[in-house]
């Protein structure tokens, strides 16, 4: 069975190397929203080894390695180290919960590099054109890109350190 992806439009600015924005549905928007729900400790465990979380994965780590014998008796460090999740992360494309999702379809939406999330209109385009200072929209590139679950944890592992995470995952 595939694992399901999301496709996003990438608006690039070729001469600085960025993407401005990405257009996008409801799958995406769903979840990026949605890994705002999971638990710290989930996301350091989704995340490999090699990729930085900068002192995160020390003290994932520092816990997992402590013996049982410093634990309270009372106590499962495991709760913490894999706290019960909703369903762990969905892939892009999924349904969260089974109900539809968080937020509405019909609509496309614009996802900024720092991934902040807004509705997409002609005039939102214009006014974030303007405000990139993008004189010549020949500088502009569209490519599409697919958010599958390997890049879906590229892009969990960029947002705890960086805010360019659109063109860290798709054009680094």
Known sequence: ???????????????????????????????????????VATVVGLISREQSLGSLRNIFESLETLNESYIQPNQNKNLILHPPCPSSIPSPGSSIDG???LVKGMVTYMVMDDLIVKPLSTI?????????????????????????AGEALKML????????????????
């Open 157 to 172: 592992a960029a947002m705890l350190k960086s805010t360019t995470v659109l063109t860290d995952v798709f054009l680094k």
């Open 124 to 148: 939102s385009s214009i006014g974030l054109l303007n405000s990139f200072q993008i004189k010549d929209v020949g500088l502009l590139e569209e490519r599409v890109v697919t958010l599958g």
């Open 1 to 39: 069975m595939a694992i399901p992806s999301v496709e996003l439009k990438l608006v690039i600015n070729t001469e600085e190397k960025r993407v401005l924005f990405a257009e996008t549905g409801k799958d995406c928007v769903d979840f990026l929203f949605y890994i705002l729900s999971l638990p």
């Open 99 to 101: 109900g539809g999702g």
